[in-house]
């Protein structure tokens, strides 16, 4: 995946998370903390992608 697309992915991601924790209303819940950790994968996602392109 390139960087924009990863990056418009994370944003998606990150309203759903916005919305999952207004309906449960808890940051410690199962699915909050899943997807939580799926936001974290595309951000390191996007930073790996901007130091291989440092180092070439």
Known sequence: ???QE??????Q???QLY???EQI???VDPQVVEL???IDDVVLGI???R???KVE
């Open 36 to 38: 939580s950790q799926e």
């Open 25 to 27: 209303g808890s940051f």
């Open 1 to 3: 995946m390139e960087e």
């Open 19 to 21: 919305r999952l924790v």
């Open 51 to 53: 130091m291989k392109e």
């Open 6 to 11: 990863l990056k418009r992915h994370l944003e």
């Open 47 to 49: 930073q790996r992608l």
């Open 13 to 15: 991601m990150q309203h």
